[in-house]
């Protein structure tokens, strides 16, 4: 009964700003690192960054600089704050909780994704 639902995506211009969010329902013991990956079509899915319980961020290199992750972990929600953005940032982006649920041991749960298009 947990789910992870994205929202924020769309299409944004070369240069411009989306902030991507991810929230967590269901029967959540709990929560340890949360991220961001991003996929196109052919191609294998890609971290972009995590966070871990405590706050401490990764951030892949071609992102670094410009893409801002955060969390709170009082809503069960990560957040990726994308400036700068570019064409080759376009992907579908995915986001994944390390979850503990009421029936299950820790594992990692991906939600649907949500689609960046940067585009002029």
């Known amino acids: 009964q947990v789910q992870l639902v994205e929202s924020g995506g769309g299409l944004v211009q070369p240069g411009g700003s989306l902030r991507l969010s991810c929230v967590a329902s269901?029967?959540?013991?709990?929560?340890?690192?949360m991220g961001w990956y991003r996929q196109t079509p052919g191609k294998q899915r890609d971290l972009v960054a995590t966070?871990?319980?405590?706050?401490?961020?990764n951030i892949a290199d071609s992102v670094k600089g410009r893409f801002t992750i955060s969390r709170d972990n009082a809503k069960t929600t990560v957040y990726l704050q994308m400036n700068s953005l570019k064409p080759e940032d376009t992907a579908v982006y995915y986001c994944?909780?390390?979850?503990?649920?009421?029936?299950?041991?820790?594992?990692?749960?991906w939600g649907q994704g949500t689609q960046v298009t940067v585009s002029s």
């Open positions: 966070i871990s319980a405590g706050g401490v961020a």
């Open positions: 269901g029967s959540i013991l709990g929560i340890r690192d």
């Open positions: 994944c909780a390390d979850l503990l649920v009421r029936t299950s041991a820790w594992r990692d749960y």
